[in-house]
Each structure stands twice: as structure tokens, then as C-alpha cells.
């Protein structure tokens, strides 16, 4: 079946600090990618939608200065947390759609000290 | 609004039993029902995905049935595993005309104890 990854699984990093996370879908094209954060044992929420070749759509009270993100190929978008703080620290995890069916990465678990 | 509900919040069952999950939802209009199950510290993986004019649909020990009249899913599990426990998600997509994004329920925990 399709396999979306995501890299790092893990990441900590100091207060101040950019982190990149890149999701690839790796047997298919996608034109758009979602990235969602998870809280403990709460569902996933979406942060943004990411178009190949546009600017991606945020949702509503999600910073896009803080929140970069970068869709460069039909099959990698990037996350970017800049000047990451300690409320940054979440799960962070992305999606790419073939319809009807949407695939998961692995999740990225960030830690910001 | 959009909106996914499902119950119960958490369930505990003994290895070896059936239980069966629930989903409501208000999503309008109507494309895709899915489930998935969430490890914890994982991304979720695609158990089952439903559309409009299917019923009912198994993956091994997993059955979804799906009633677009009603708005309603269900996610049986059978003979139960230590192995299944995780936290189980019920998403629906909207179809033409609505918002293209998903609305993801807030999940099912289920612990399979021995």
C-alpha cells in the first residue's frame, strides 16, 4: 500500500531554535499534504493544508510565520517550527491523500528545552 | 458545523472478547467514512474506508458498517488481542460542495487486558 514517511521520529531541540520535519509520500504523487499536532490522548488537530506549488492554507489561530511550511514536489512538504518555544512540544504528524484513501507518516515527537 | 462523535471515550475488555466502537456524524455533504487505529507515539494507520453506498466492510478481524441514512458507523473488532489496543479514529470526508477537509472524531481508546 501507499507509505507516507516522516522524518525525524524524534527531535529536541533548545528554546530559540528552527526545526524542519519533511513528510515524503513515497509511491505516489500528492498534490496536497496536511500536517496536523496531537496533544496526550486528544485527536489530531489540522494546522495547515499544503499545496504543491502554492502557498499553503492555515487554520485559524495557527501562525504561519511561526508554522513554515514548504510544499517544493509532488512528493515533499515541509514543516518548519521556528524560534521554538516549550509550548511548541507536541506530536506532529502529516497526511497526503491518493482519494479516496489518506496515509499517515509516522509522527514526529518534538521536545523543546 | 461539522462534526464527528464517537463513544464510547474508553473501553476496557479481557483478550479473547468482540466489542464494537461507535461513530456519529453530521459531516454534509457526504464522501468517505474511515477508520484507523493509533498507536501510541505512532501516525495512524488505515483499518477501513467506507463510502456512500457500502455497507458494511472487513480487514481480517475488523468489520465497519456504515449507515448514511442514519449518519452512523460502527467498528467491530473479533476475538480481541493484546494487540489492539490503541486508540481508534473515525474520519469523515465531505463530498462536492463542502470543505475538502476531513473531521477526525476524537477517538476510541480501547486496552485489551490479558
Known amino acids: 500500500g501507499a507509505v507516507v514517511s516522516q522524518h525525524p521520529s524524534r527531535v529536541i531541540c533548545k528554546s530559540g531554535t528552527s526545526v524542519k520535519i519533511e513528510c515524503r509520500s513515497l509511491?505516489?504523487?500528492?498534490?496536497?499534504m496536511f500536517w496536523y499536532r496531537q496533544f496526550p490522548k486528544q485527536s489530531l488537530m489540522l494546522m495547515a493544508t499544503?499545496?504543491?506549488?502554492?502557498?499553503?492554507?492555515?487554520e485559524q489561530g495557527v501562525e504561519k510565520d511561526k508554522f513554515l511550511i514548504n510544499h517544493a514536489s509532488l512528493t515533499l512538504s515541509t514543516l518548519t517550527v521556528t524560534s521554538a518555544h516549550p509550548e511548541d512540544s507536541s506530536f506532529y504528524i502529516c497526511?497526503?491523500?491518493?482519494?479516496?484513501?489518506?496515509?499517515f507518516g509516522q509522527g514526529t515527537r518534538l521536545t523543546v528545552v | 458545523k461539522n462534526q464527528v462523535e464517537q463513544s464510547p471515550q474508553s473501553l476496557i475488555i479481557l483478550e479473547g472478547k468482540n466489542c464494537t466502537l461507535q461513530?456519529?456524524?453530521?459531516?454534509?455533504?457526504?464522501?468517505?467514512l474511515r477508520w484507523y487505529k493509533q498507536d501510541t507515539g505512532r501516525g495512524p494507520v488505515s483499518l477501513t474506508i467506507?463510502?456512500?453506498?457500502?455497507n458494511t466492510k472487513s480487514n481480517g478481524r475488523y468489520t465497519a458498517t456504515l449507515d448514511a441514512d442514519t449518519k452512523q458507523s460502527s467498528l467491530h473488532i473479533t476475538a480481541s488481542q493484546l494487540s489492539d489496543s490503541a486508540s481508534y479514529i473515525c474520519?469523515?470526508?465531505?463530498?462536492?460542495?463542502?470543505?475538502?477537509?476531513?473531521?477526525f472524531g476524537r477517538g476510541t481508546s480501547l486496552i485489551v487486558h490479558p
Open positions: 497526511s497526503a491523500e491518493t482519494p479516496p484513501e489518506a496515509f
Open positions: 509511491d505516489f504523487q500528492a498534490t496536497t
Open positions: 499544503s499545496n504543491e506549488g502554492s502557498k499553503a492554507t492555515y
Open positions: 461513530c456519529n456524524y453530521t459531516v454534509s455533504p457526504f464522501s468517505n
Open positions: 467506507m463510502t456512500f453506498s457500502e
Open positions: 474520519v469523515v470526508s465531505p463530498g462536492a460542495g463542502g470543505s475538502y477537509i476531513p473531521t
